[in-house]
């Protein structure tokens, strides 16, 4: 199985202060940074483009993890790559077609990430396992940080393991120490974490923890 990392979600930062949070992402032990882009049509809440992710860029040093929760991805593709992006994830449930994405995505010169929602089953995203470099599998509902860790997610993360036992299975939402120990065992690697890591008052300590 891959390595643990540690992806910092960057939505509930303090966003009037986001070269503060790069700097202090750097220092933790989290390589990467995690932007959830939603357009308020997948998910009821908007957030932010490739702009944001262009102007934070030369303030870290992180892997930017691009998380596209919008209807259209096939429309952002460019612009993150040309912003700078490393990997770029999209949900099988918007309207899409997953194997051109995943092709448009490596052509721009990016990782592609596969999601599914809490919901969504893995046969789903089955057919574009092996052409994706990551499979997100959703442990909370998309739209707002800081909810609750669903269980029923956890099978999921295991079938998924016992198809690909060498790719990165990233996990997102309501990650903390108890949740990321189950997440772990069940076969993620890639752990992204917002409202655990923003609240703790000793980031590396916080990191650490998650990565078992
Ligand atoms: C939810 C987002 C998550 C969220 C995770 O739609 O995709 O990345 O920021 O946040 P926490 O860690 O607060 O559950
Ligand atoms: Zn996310």
Redesign the pocket.
């Known amino acids: 199985m891959p390595e643990t990392v540690i992806s910092a979600?960057i939505?509930?930062s303090d966003l009037s202060d986001l070269r503060g949070t790069a700097a202090k992402v750097d220092k933790s032990g989290a390589a990467w940074l995690?932007f959830?882009v939603m357009d308020g049509e997948f998910?009821e809440n908007i957030t932010f483009g490739s702009s944001v992710l262009e102007a934070v860029k030369p303030h870290t040093h992180a892997f930017l993890d691009v998380?596209l929760?919008v209807q259209h991805p096939a429309r952002q593709l460019k612009l993150f790559a040309d912003a700078g992006a490393n990997m770029i994830t999209f949900h099988v449930e918007s309207f899409c077609n997953p194997k051109t994405i995943i092709e448009d995505i490596h052509s721009l010169g990016c990782k592609a990430g596969v999601a599914i929602k809490p919901r969504t089953p893995v046969v789903s995203v089955r057919p574009y396992i092996e052409a994706a470099d990551m499979v997100l599998i959703?442990t909370?509902e998309?739209?707002?940080?800081?909810?609750g860790f669903i269980h029923d997610t956890l099978d999921k993360i295991r079938t998924v393991r016992s198809i690909a036992p060498d790719k990165d299975i990233q996990v997102?939402?309501?990650?903390n120490p108890e949740t990321a120990e189950l997440v772990r065992d069940a076969g993620a690697n890639v752990l992204?974490?917002?409202?655990?890591l923003f609240k703790s008052s000793d980031m590396p300590a916080a990191v650490r923890e998650l990565k078992g």
């Open positions: 979600s939505l509930n995690h959830d998910v998380h929760m959703m909370v998309p739209g707002y940080g800081g909810q997102d939402g309501g990650i992204v974490a917002g409202t655990y």
